[in-house]
């Protein structure tokens, strides 16, 4: 890939010219603005996910390793559909990395060479930002478009069920996380160090 100084890819996409027979084309612009915003979340998450499963050591080294691909695998699949309902609406999918960049409230992942369950514990927070925020653009389509409402609780389905795939990891005995009360992922990896000193 040739080095380039600028890059076009964080503009906003043109207005819809068409959309789909029967919704207004300022409420197709609502929605694929909602829809850029779920692809790069995802793009992002299966991103992340990658980075983990590279990233992850220690004598739950498989365990966490091998269950991230299957996520990643269905992820990437939920990107393209996301995609290919903005294009369906009228609009411009991005899913290029500077206009991922420029779009998302976030941060990277701050997590690096780590043990299983310090990713798992830093993980928890991003699904649980991923998921909320997905589970707010279900509402933010009810009156505006039940197709894209369907997509959407389609994925949530899916991706709180992974959600909990890795809080099963951090579940305490009486039914807390051992990582209750982080709100970022290196509070996270903190708290999960806590716990097991205290092991
Ligand atoms: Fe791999």
Redesign the pocket.
């Given at each position: 890939m040739t080095t380039r100084k600028r890059s076009s890819s964080s503009r906003r996409s043109a207005a819809p010219r068409f959309t789909v027979p029967g919704i207004a084309i300022k409420d197709a612009q609502k929605l694929i603005d909602l829809l850029q915003m779920r692809l790069v979340a995802l793009t992002d998450l299966a991103m992340t996910l990658?980075h983990i499963?590279?990233n992850v050591i220690g004598p739950n080294f498989i365990a966490v390793?091998t269950m991230l691909?299957p996520q990643v695998d269905e992820i990437l699949p939920m990107v393209d559909a996301i995609a290919e309902r903005i294009a369906t609406l009228g609009g411009e999918p991005n899913g290029l990395p500077g206009g991922l960049v420029a779009t998302r409230t976030w941060d990277d992942y701050d997590v690096g060479r780590a043990n299983a369950i310090e990713h798992l514990g830093a993980l928890d927070m991003v699904y649980q930002g991923v998921n909320e925020d997905h589970r707010a653009a279900v509402d933010a389509v009810e009156d505006l478009d039940l197709v894209t409402q369907d997509m959407l609780i389609g994925q949530l389905e899916r991706l709180e069920l992974f959600h909990w795939f890795v809080r099963g990891h951090l579940e305490s005995m009486d039914g807390s996380l051992i990582t209750e009360g982080a709100k970022t992922e290196a509070g996270a990896q903190r708290k999960v160090r806590q716990a097991r000193k205290k092991a």
């Open positions: 990658k499963h590279w390793h691909d």
